[in-house]
């Protein structure tokens, strides 16, 4: 690979996307030994936390679901409630949403994140050789080459988000448009108001207690009674052991098995159950096992029916506005880039998701000298909780590890990484005690 002064950036490492999966592997990378200069990050913000931070503030998330391994710091340890603690004394309490973002924030300084920054978005991923060995280019939505680099992780968050079909109609018409809405958008509950919370995951009761808080009334709209997501049950499943095992199983089955696993865990704090067994005796709280079948404009601004699972429907309900926690499109085609790199690629699947290789390389592209890895939502097949904040760091570190073995770079020795650790935990103690604590 050969650049002129006048030809685009060129790097080892090109990370696509500027999220907190792409803050992870710039700083695992620079943990090892790679310079600022050697990764390219091309991202939409040079603030990695936007995204996430606009996701959290639309369900009113305040508090992080917290793995022990799921934060910013290059090593396992601290965990972010001693690092809570170091920074304010005490246990550490809870971690906050601002508790991470000040965490975040102090890593990317340290490890010089910004310097990495191209700020654009990237339409697509090209396999490219050259007399210097295999490399990629990187392309904008009209095919102009912004960048060049040996080894790209694609890290581009979330698709788009899932609606069920009767709600992604009723958008469409004027009256409803402001009444149904995404929980990962911004949205406001009126005291006094009805609602229609669907879905069953973590971020619906996140929902139901909003709802509930602000004064209004609930009907929580699920297809399942029991069980909904949550981020940190499946531990077993997220370490070591349990994700060789997970690996071992074919593809469909590694995902039956994820659906299995979250559906069975529990995602509600005692708090949470409090607030909703209070509001469920005052009348303020009702589920419906089913699923909704019909939504027009009403006397209160909205009219929905649901058909029951046992049969029957509820008839008409009058709400004020539904919400749909209905989570993300699993389908990697409708994400522009990743639907480029299927046409060109034809990589395997399974159902619509991408059938990645266990080190979470791009089957049929990626090579051991010149890697092409998904990390987050889009490679839960490779690795179970990708989607989470230690599974982010799993791959990262994965990745990180074999860029320097195709580069053939020392890593930093053990004294050198126990400095670059304790540079980033002083930074994020200091930015800590600068941030309110929840
Ligand atoms: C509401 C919510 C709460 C969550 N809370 C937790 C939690 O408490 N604990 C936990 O472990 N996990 C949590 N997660 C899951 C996960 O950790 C976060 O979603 C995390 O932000 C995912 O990081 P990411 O880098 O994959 O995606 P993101 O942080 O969303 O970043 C992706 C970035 O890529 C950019 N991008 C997309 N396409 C392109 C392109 N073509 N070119 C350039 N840039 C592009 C986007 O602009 C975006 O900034 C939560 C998720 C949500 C939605």
Redesign the pocket.
């Known amino acids: 690979m050969a650049a002129s002064p006048a030809a685009p950036p060129a790097a080892r490492v090109a990370i696509?996307?500027?999220?907190?999966?792409?803050l992870l592997a710039h700083s695992a990378l620079r943990f090892l030994g790679l310079d600022a200069g050697d990764v390219l990050v091309?991202?939409?913000?040079a603030d990695?936390v936007?995204?996430?931070r606009a996701?959290?503030w639309?369900?009113g998330?305040t508090v992080?679901?917290?793995?022990p391994l799921?934060h910013f710091l290059p090593a396992d340890w601290p965990t972010p409630r001693v690092l809570n603690a170091l920074a304010r004394g005490g246990s550490g309490g809870t971690v906050s949403v601002a508790d991470m973002v000040a965490q975040a924030r102090a890593v990317a300084r340290r490890s010089g994140y910004a310097g990495s920054v191209v700020p654009?978005?990237?339409?697509e991923v090209v396999r490219a050789r050259d007399a210097h060995g295999a490399y990629f280019g990187l392309y904008d939505e009209n095919g102009a080459l912004m960048g060049l680099a040996r080894h790209v992780l694609v890290?581009?968050?979330?698709g788009p988000q899932a609606l069920p079909e009767v709600l992604s109609a009723a958008r469409t018409h004027p009256l409803l448009r402001d009444r149904v809405v995404h929980a990962?958008e911004p949205k406001r509950y009126a005291a006094g108001g009805r609602y229609i919370v669907v879905g069953g995951g973590l971020?619906a009761v996140n929902e139901w207690v909003n709802c509930l808080d602000a004064g209004a009334e609930c009907i929580a709209v699920q297809r399942t009674a029991a069980g909904q997501e949550d981020?940190t049950a499946p531990r077993c499943l997220f370490e070591a052991l349990g994700i060789d095992a997970y690996q071992g199983v074919s593809a469909p089955d590694r995902l039956r098995v994820r659906q299995r696993v979250l559906r069975s865990a529990t995602a509600a704090s005692t708090g949470w159950h409090r607030r909703i067994s209070e509001a469920i005796a005052a009348g303020r709280f009702r589920e419906v096992v089913g699923e909704i079948t019909r939504v027009a404009p009403g006397g209160e601004g909205v009219v929905a029916a649901c058909d029951l699972r046992g049969g029957g429907s509820t008839g008409d309900l009058h709400v004020t506005g539904i919400t749909s926690a209905t989570g993300f499109d699993p389908d990697p085609a409708h994400?522009?880039?990743l639907a480029r790199l299927i046409a060109r690629y034809a990589p395997p699947r399974v159902g619509p998701r991408l059938a990645l290789a266990p080190n979470c390389g791009v089957p049929g592209v990626d090579m051991p000298d010149s890697r092409l890895c998904v990390?987050?939502?889009h490679a839960v097949v490779a690795v179970p909780h990708a989607?989470?904040?230690?599974g982010?760091k799993y791959v990262a570190r994965r990745f990180a590890e074999d860029v320097m073995r195709a580069e053939g770079t020392p890593r930093r020795g053990p004294l050198g990484r126990v400095r670059a650790q304790a540079a980033c935990v002083r930074a994020a103690v200091d930015e800590l005690r600068r941030t309110p604590a929840a």
């Open positions: 696509v996307g500027g999220g907190l999966g792409a091309f991202a939409e913000h990695p936007t995204t996430y996701h959290a639309g369900v998330q992080v679901q917290t793995d799921g654009a978005r990237v339409g890290a581009v968050g979330h990962y971020a981020l994400v522009p880039l990390t987050g939502f989607d989470t904040l230690a982010l």
